[in-house]
């Protein structure tokens, strides 16, 4: 099996550092809806729909 070009996933650091260990040359990407829904969560939700839009 081939390694995974690119790899994509949430705050699990344990996964990323088996990812790191195991196959160091996929490429790592967040995940954008996690990250969405981190960032709304810090703000008012009045505030929510221009800040998704912004993203």
């Known amino acids: ?3 995974p ?3 994509v996933g949430d705050g699990a ?3 990323w550092k088996a990812l790191r ?3 160091p040359q996929t490429r790592e990407q967040p995940c ?3 990250k969405q829904a981190n960032i709304t969560a810090a703000l008012p939700k009045s505030v929510h ?4 839009a912004a993203m």
């Not at 729909?49 to 998704?52: E, L, M, T, V, Y």
């Open 32 to 34: 954008w809806f996690h």
């Open 5 to 7: 070009v690119l790899a």
């Open 1 to 3: 099996m081939a390694a």
């Open 21 to 23: 260990d195991v196959i």
């Open 49 to 52: 729909p221009g800040a998704i």
């Open 13 to 15: 650091l344990g996964f």
